[in-house]
C-alpha cells in the first residue's frame, strides 16, 4: 500500500512483570509512547488515508483506561488486594505478564476492531474507509527499548 500515516500518542503507567528474574518484578512505571501506522491503497474523500483525529479518538478511550493505572497480570500474587485497594485503575492482563508486546499487541487489536466499527458510521466527523488497514503498533517502554506488534 503507497500510502501509509502515523499518529503518537503518550500516556504514563505502572506494571509488574511477575516472571522477571530482575528489578521489572517490582511495581515500576514508564512514560509511554504509542506511534500507529495506518496505511491505504489510495486517498478519502479528503486526500487523506484518514484525519489523524480520528485515529487519536479511536484510541483515547483504551489509553485514558491505562494512564495512571497499574499493569497486572491477574495471576500475580498480589493482583486481588491491588485491584481491590486501587479499583479500576488497576487493569488486569488475563494471565500474561503486561510487557511492552503485549501492550502492542492489546492495543493493535482493540484498535482494529474500533477502526473495523468506525468504517460504518457514514456520518462521522472524521471517517474511515473501509480499505484503511492497521499496519503496527509501537509501544515505547524505556528511551531505549520498545515493543512492536504488527499486521
Ligand atoms: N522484551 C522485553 N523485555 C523487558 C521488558 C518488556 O516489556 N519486554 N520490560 C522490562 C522492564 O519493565 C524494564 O523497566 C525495562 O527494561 P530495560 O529497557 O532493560 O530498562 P533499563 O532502564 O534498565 O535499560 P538500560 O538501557 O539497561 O539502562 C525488562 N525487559
Request: overall charge negative; aromatic content about 8%.
Amino acid at each position: 500500500m503507497p500510502y501509509r500515516i502515523a499518529k503518537t500518542l503518550t500516556f504514563e503507567s505502572g506494571h509488574i512483570l511477575s516472571k522477571h528474574k530482575g528489578r521489572c518484578r517490582f511495581p515500576h512505571g514508564h512514560s509511554r509512547t504509542v506511534e500507529v501506522v495506518l496505511a491505504a491503497e489510495q486517498l478519502d474523500a479528503n486526500d487523506m488515508v484518514c484525519d489523524f483525529k480520528a485515529v487519536k479518538r479511536s484510541l483515547e478511550s483504551l489509553l485514558d483506561r491505562w494512564d495512571h493505572a497499574l499493569c497486572l497480570n491477574t495471576a500475580d500474587p498480589g493482583f486481588i488486594d491491588l485491584q481491590r485497594t486501587y479499583g479500576e485503575r488497576v487493569v488486569a492482563f488475563a494471565g500474561t505478564d503486561p510487557t511492552t508486546e503485549v501492550m502492542a499487541r492489546t492495543i493493535f487489536e482493540a484498535l482494529q476492531q474500533r477502526l473495523h466499527e468506525a468504517t460504518k458510521e457514514s456520518a462521522a466527523e472524521f471517517p474511515i474507509s473501509p480499505g484503511v488497514r492497521l499496519e503496527r503498533v509501537r509501544v515505547t517502554e524505556t528511551a531505549t527499548s520498545w515493543a512492536e506488534y504488527s499486521a
